[in-house]
């Protein structure tokens, strides 16, 4: 069935350092990718999308590429700052169904000044 | 612009009690709208959908039940908590965007409810 993988967190950085968190999906057909952030005890906000091959979702400095070769959707930003700590969910939308979006297991970001 | 809400934002209940969680979005009509939990540390499970008034589907089987009395309201519910129903529910609805030319459809999400079940 389809599902998403992302790198075993917790992730620890020190400001402005890069960042990437890996994503893997497996789906039938041809879905669309979201990076989902989350900040302590808040719900979800999304933070950027792709529908199709090649397409780079970007947005505060944060950005992903859908590569539909190597099945990933891998999360990057050059320099991290301490407010970037979060917890980032990789999701991929159903192509059937009630659009029902399937997340990964999120990875917990912590950067530290 | 759209909203959506959800209610209590903490909630503290005792083993065996009933459960009422409420979740309401405005500024769109028709939405498909999601119950989702989050156990401590974990990843997202969806729990329930609904893609109308009085249209529920469950994805795991569970003491926990859904209504949508109305377009824009969706409701978890439980006759009798256990203790691992602690967690966080997130409420989100479902609408449609543009990317690159494409539809996207994207998932919007309320600021949660914390349940602990002592």
């Known amino acids: 069935g389809d599902s998403v993988t992302q790198m075993e967190g917790p992730v620890t950085l020190s400001e402005e350092a890069f960042l990437t968190i890996n994503c893997t999906y497996t789906?039938?057909?041809?879905?669309?990718l979201f990076w989902y952030v989350q900040y302590p005890g808040e719900g979800l906000q999304l933070l950027l999308k792709?529908?199709?091959?090649?397409d780079k979702g970007s947005n505060k400095g944060f950005e992903a590429t859908y590569r539909k070769e190597t099945t990933s959707f891998h999360l990057e930003k050059g320099s991290v700052q301490v407010s970037d700590s979060a917890v980032y969910f990789c999701?991929?939308?159903?192509?059937?169904?009630?659009?029902?979006?399937?997340f990964g297991q999120g990875t917990r970001l912590t950067i530290n000044p | 612009s759209q909203t959506i809400h959800q209610w209590p934002a903490t909630l503290v209940q005792p083993v065996g009690s009933p459960l009422s969680l409420e979740c309401t979005v405005e500024?769109?009509?028709?939405?498909?709208l999601y119950w989702y939990r989050q156990a401590a540390g974990r990843g997202l499970q969806l729990l329930f959908y609904?893609?109308?008034?009085?249209?529920i589907s469950s994805e795991v089987p569970q003491n926990l039940s859904a209504s949508r009395p109305q377009d824009r309201q969706f409701i978890l519910s439980s006759k009798k908590l256990l203790l691992s129903d602690s967690g966080f529910y997130l409420c989100?609805?479902?609408?449609?965007?543009?990317?690159?030319?494409?539809?996207?459809?994207?998932?919007?999400f309320g600021p949660g409810t914390r349940l602990t079940v002592t």
């Open positions: 989100a609805w479902g609408g449609r965007g543009w990317t690159s030319g494409r539809a996207s459809y994207e998932q919007y």
């Open positions: 789906a039938t057909g041809y879905p669309s």
């Open positions: 792709a529908t199709k091959a090649d």
């Open positions: 999701a991929l939308r159903l192509i059937q169904g009630a659009q029902k979006l399937v």
């Open positions: 500024g769109t009509s028709n939405p498909n």
């Open positions: 609904s893609v109308g008034i009085g249209q």
